[in-house]
């Protein structure tokens, strides 16, 4: 089967024929000045919203000057928010209390944090999970159900928890580091669909000879 049409907004279609709204390429549905979404990145909603933008950072606004961005290929489940700098507030003096967003005149001017969270590709964001302020969560990793995660994510790691810990490695070093090299969302529509099987079972020989 050809990979699903990127510029589809929702890409799955239920066995009785009708688009399945709860689910949808992130590219497609999001027009907003601070983020960016690769191509096949999708996310899912029991309660289907209006605003993806809105329901899944809820705190980037279009004034904001961070920057949320997603790679391709990634699945964020329901409930998963990205709590992005500008909810942050100052904490380096006697108190923690945002003025100046109470004084239109000022109020632009004050970020105390300005820190992008930035999400690789391949990604897997688990039910309910959280991603903190400069987040930065590498290709192929697996964010576990619940977990809060704030920091680097290393790529192709499993973590899990309040604050998220890396639990495993989904490959050896050697594997992570070719996968690393062969980038296959980066590849055309054509010859991944041809490597889907080859994806599908962890076969990194193939996939590297399919690559030449």
């Known amino acids: 089967m050809p990979l699903p049409d990127a510029a589809r907004r929702y890409p799955v279609t239920l066995p009785d024929g009708t688009e399945h709204r709860g689910t949808a390429f992130l590219s497609q549905v999001i027009n907003h000045p601070r983020i960016q979404v690769g191509d096949y ?3 899912s909603d029991f309660d289907a919203p209006e605003d993806w933008a809105n329901r ?10 961070e920057k949320l961005v997603l790679g391709k290929f ?7 928010r990205f709590v992005t700098a500008s909810a942050n507030h100052a904490t380096d003096g006697i108190t923690c209390f945002p003025f100046p967003v109470f004084d239109p005149e000022r109020m632009l001017e004050y970020q105390p944090d300005v820190r992008d969270t930035q999400v690789g590709n391949d990604v897997w964001i688990g039910y309910g999970a959280l991603i ?5 969560i590498g290709d192929g990793a697996i964010i576990g159900a619940g977990s809060v995660v704030r920091g680097t994510i290393p790529p192709f790691s499993v973590v899990t928890g309040n604050p998220a810990e890396i639990r495993r490695y989904r490959f050896d070093a050697d ?23 080859v994806l599908l079972r962890g076969d990194i020989e193939t996939l590297e000879r399919l690559a030449l």
């Open 132 to 136: 903190m302020p400069g987040a930065s």
């Open 175 to 197: 594997k992570i580091e070719r996968l690393l090299a062969l980038k296959w969302w980066d590849w055309p529509a054509e010859l991944i669909t041809e490597a889907e099987s």
């Open 74 to 80: 990634c699945q964020i489940a329901h409930g998963v």
């Open 41 to 43: 990145t999708y996310a």
């Open 56 to 65: 899944l950072a809820p705190y980037l606004f279009e004034f904001s000057r």
